[in-house]
């Protein structure tokens, strides 16, 4: 477990599925950060975190509390982890809208940069954001993200194209604090 002032990250397991189940389900939720906006059956959601995010050896992920209360806010997750080469990428959804916005985003993403530079060893982080998404890119900005490319008119929401932005951080960018 990894701990902040008011966030920690506990590894993700089986008992979370139907929490994460009624993020993934929430469009608010997933329109800032799902390519699709399907909706998934509990089996299907099941399915996913059992194969994906708990039983893969090149992912790791997390379930990001509010410290005091324990509340589960949202998951973080390092995925596509290439062991050889030191490199990841990573991604954050808080699912609790009420804790948008708050700095809890921050918080858990520097634990999860703290665990891939600090106890993993990786030498670089990659993620993608939707081009719409200024809050999260504030947040991976001031963090030390730094823009590498864009897909254009990669994604189609609510009538309009919008790019992808790939962002990434490599461990000497990265400042502990």
């Not at 993993?120 to 954001?129: E, G, M, T, W």
Request: aromatic share 10%.
């Amino acid at each position: 477990m990894f701990t902040s002032n008011r966030v920690q990250l506990r590894k993700m397991v089986p008992e979370d599925i139907e929490r994460y189940h009624t993020w993934r389900n929430d469009i608010d939720v997933m329109n800032s950060t799902s390519l699709s906006l399907d909706i998934y059956s509990l089996d299907e959601t099941r399915a996913f975190v059992e194969n994906v995010m708990l039983n893969a050896g090149s992912s790791k992920s997390y379930l990001i509390e509010e410290k005091e209360s324990k509340l589960s806010l949202g998951v973080t997750s390092l995925i596509h982890i290439d062991y050889k080469n030191r490199n990841a990428e990573c991604i954050i959804d808080i699912g609790e809208k009420d804790y948008w916005g708050k700095g809890y985003a921050t918080e858990a993403l520097k634990l999860l940069l703290d665990y891939a530079f600090l106890e993993l060893n990786l030498h670089r982080i990659s993620l993608k954001v939707f081009s719409f998404n200024e809050r999260a890119i504030g947040v991976y900005c001031k963090l030390g993200f730094k823009q590498e490319g864009v897909s254009r008119q990669s994604l189609y929401r609510e009538g309009k194209w919008h790019d992808i932005i790939h962002m990434g951080i490599l461990r000497e960018e990265y400042h502990v604090n």
